[in-house]
């Protein structure tokens, strides 16, 4: 599994603490550079300035809403292009969903997800990168 991961860069964006440690743990076995972020302020930040190949963002962050950070990253980004985006999200509504692909991210699961199912997205992302 850990070849389409290899010498890629991962932000994982969370204010779950708990999450958050799962998330950087199982992308760091893949061999993948992973960095971390808690907050929507310092994701962008994060984003702009090492440009990762993939970010996994929370919807929902203090400082910042996920949907906040795609909106400010839409301006240096389009769709299909790095970082490719997935957004993790305890909203279940479509609406929410709607409006994650409206600012243009890649991916989007609804909390609870089995792991292997962000794992196959976020293979299926790197391997065009």
């Not at 850990?2 to 999450?19: C, M, Q, W």
């Not at 991916?107 to 997205?121: C, I, Q, T, V």
């Amino acid at each position: 599994m850990a070849e389409p991961f290899d010498g890629k860069s991962i932000l994982i964006v969370d204010d779950d603490r708990d999450i958050l440690t799962a998330l950087e743990i199982a992308f760091k076995e893949t061999g993948a550079t992973v960095s971390i972020a808690s907050d929507g302020n310092t994701a962008v930040t994060m984003a702009l300035e090492n440009n990762p190949d993939l970010m996994i963002l929370d919807a929902m962050l203090p400082q910042r809403s996920g949907f906040l950070v795609l909106e400010k990253l839409k301006a240096k980004k389009t769709r299909g292009s790095k970082p490719y985006i997935i957004m993790i999200t305890g909203n279940t509504g479509k609406r929410h969903q709607v409006w994650a692909e409206s600012l243009g991210v890649d991916g989007y699961l609804n909390k609870p997800f089995r792991m292997d199912r962000l794992f196959e997205s976020a293979s299926a992302l790197l391997a065009k990168a």
